[in-house]
C-alpha cells in the first residue's frame, strides 16, 4: 500500500516565517515554539489544526521501505477545539552522504554548510544561517532571509509526487505519548545537502551522548494506513466555536474524568513523596546505627603499660643495675690497684735504704 496514490487531501496554509525564531535544544531535539503566532495551519476532517511548534530529530523516527533517514522534521499542529488532539506533518530529510556522530574525545569544530554542494536547500538553510544549539537548554536565534517557507519544505515544487504522505493514526514519540496524534508522513524524502544535513545531525548527537534522537520503531498494532495530497490553500476556514465557554469547572464527562484523574495523580504523587522522604529518614538511622555498630573505641591501656612496655622497662632497669655495679667495681679495683702501689713504693723505697746503710757499715 506505500505506493498507492492518493485518495484523498490535506488542505494547508502557511505565510512565509521572517522571523526572529528562537532555535532551542530540549530533551535531546531542536525545538521551535511557534504557538505565538499565527503562522498557518492544517484543516482535516471539517476542523483546523493551528501549527504550534517544529521539532527536528536526527536520525529520523519513521522508517520508510526499512530505510531511516538522517534528518526528520516534525511541524507539530494542535486542534482548534481541543488541546488533546493533535497533528503532525513529518517531513523525512535525506543527504547524499549519511552522518556520523562527531567524535566525542577530540574538539569539536562547527563547518559552516558550503552553499555550492551538491543539493544545497536554500529554504533549509534559514534553519543553520548560525551554528545550531548543543546542549540541552541552549538556543540560538535565527534572523530568517528571505523566510522559512512551510510550504517547501511539505513540498518539492521541483519534484513530482513530493506531496503524498502516509497517514496512519498514533501517538507522540515524546511523552506523554497519549495515543491522539494523526501522522502525516511524507512518502518521499526532502533533499539537502550533506554538510547542512550533518550540521543539524552534530547537534543532535552531542545532545545525546552520539546516540541519536529517535523513539525505536513501535509495533503496527494493525492500524489503518492511508494515502493524501498535502495540497496549498489560500484560504483555510476556521469553522466556529460552538463549544461550552471556558471557565474553572469542567464542561464535559471527559473534562471531569480528567479533572478526578488529575486529582488523583496529584494526591498519589503527594503520597510517594512523603514515603519517599520517610524511607530516606530510616535508611539514615539505620545507617548511623550500623556505623556505631561497627566503630569500636580502643580500649584503654593497663596500669603500667602494655607488656611489651614493661619488658622494655624491665630490660632497661636491667642494664641500668649493670652498669652501675660494673662502674663501681671499675673504681674498687683502680682504688685497691693504687694503694698497692704506694704500698710497694714505699717498702721498696725502705728496703733500698736498709741496703745502703749495710753496704756502709761494711
Not at 535544544?25 to 495551519?41: F, H, I, K, N, P
Not at 552522518?99 to 574538539?107: G, I, Q, R, V, W
Not at 474553572?248 to 471531569?256: A, V
Request: glycine share 6%; with cysteine; aromatic share 10%.
Amino acid at each position: 500500500g506505500l505506493a498507492l496514490p492518493p485518495s484523498q487531501f490535506l488542505d494547508y496554509h502557511y505565510v512565509n516565517i521572517t522571523g526572529p525564531l528562537i532555535l532551542k535544544a530540549v530533551g535531546g531535539m531542536l525545538t521551535a515554539d511557534m504557538s505565538g503566532y499565527r503562522w498557518g495551519g492544517v484543516s482535516y476532517n471539517g476542523n483546523f489544526y493551528p501549527l504550534q511548534s517544529m521539532i527536528i530529530h536526527g536520525p529520523a523516527e519513521h522508517l520508510i521501505n526499512n530505510f531511516r533517514n538522517p534528518l526528520e522534521i516534525q511541524l507539530v499542529h494542535r486542534s482548534y477545539h481541543t488541546s488533546a488532539e493533535n497533528l503532525i506533518i513529518s517531513v523525512p530529510v535525506w543527504s547524499e552522504t549519511i552522518p556520523e556522530a562527531p567524535n566525542a574525545s577530540l574538539p569539536y569544530t562547527y563547518e559552516p554548510p558550503n552553499p555550492f554542494e551538491v543539493d544545497f536547500n536554500k529554504n533549509l538553510q534559514q534553519l543553520i544561517s548560525v551554528q545550531p544549539p548543543n546542549e540541552d537548554g541552549s538556543e540560538v536565534e535565527l534572523y530568517l532571509n528571505p523566510g522559512l517557507d512551510l510550504a517547501a519544505l511539505i513540498e518539492t515544487p521541483a519534484a513530482p509526487d513530493s506531496g503524498a504522505y502516509f497517514n496512519y493514526r498514533g501517538s507522540l514519540t515524546s511523552p506523554p505519548c497519549l495515543d491522539t496524534t494523526t501522522w502525516f508522513v511524507r512518502r518521499a524524502s526532502l533533499v539537502a545537502g550533506s554538510s547542512q544535513v550533518k550540521a543539524l545531525a552534530d547537534a543532535l548527537f552531542q545532545l545525546t551522548g552520539s546516540q541519536g534522537s529517535y523513539r525505536d520503531v513501535m509495533p503496527w498494532n494493525n492500524r489503518f494506513l492511508n494515502i493524501y495530497r498535502l495540497r496549498y490553500a489560500s484560504i483555510l476556514t476556521i469553522p466556529a466555536d460552538n463549544g461550552l465557554p471556558w471557565g474553572p469547572n469542567p464542561r464535559t464527562d471527559g473534562e471531569l474524568e480528567a479533572h478526578k484523574l488529575a486529582e488523583m495523580a496529584h494526591d498519589k504523587a503527594s503520597n510517594s513523596a512523603r514515603y519517599v522522604e520517610d524511607f530516606a529518614r530510616r535508611l539514615r538511622r539505620a545507617d548511623d546505627a550500623f556505623a556505631r555498630a561497627l566503630y569500636r573505641p580502643p580500649e584503654p591501656p593497663p596500669p603500667g603499660g602494655s607488656a611489651l612496655d614493661r619488658d622494655l622497662r624491665y630490660q632497661a632497669t636491667v642494664r641500668g643495675v649493670r652498669d652501675a655495679i660494673n662502674t663501681a667495681a671499675r673504681d674498687v679495683q683502680e682504688t685497691v690497684d693504687a694503694t698497692i702501689r704506694d704500698q710497694a713504693t714505699q717498702v721498696y723505697r725502705a728496703v733500698s735504704h736498709l741496703h745502703q746503710e749495710a753496704k756502709d757499715m761494711i
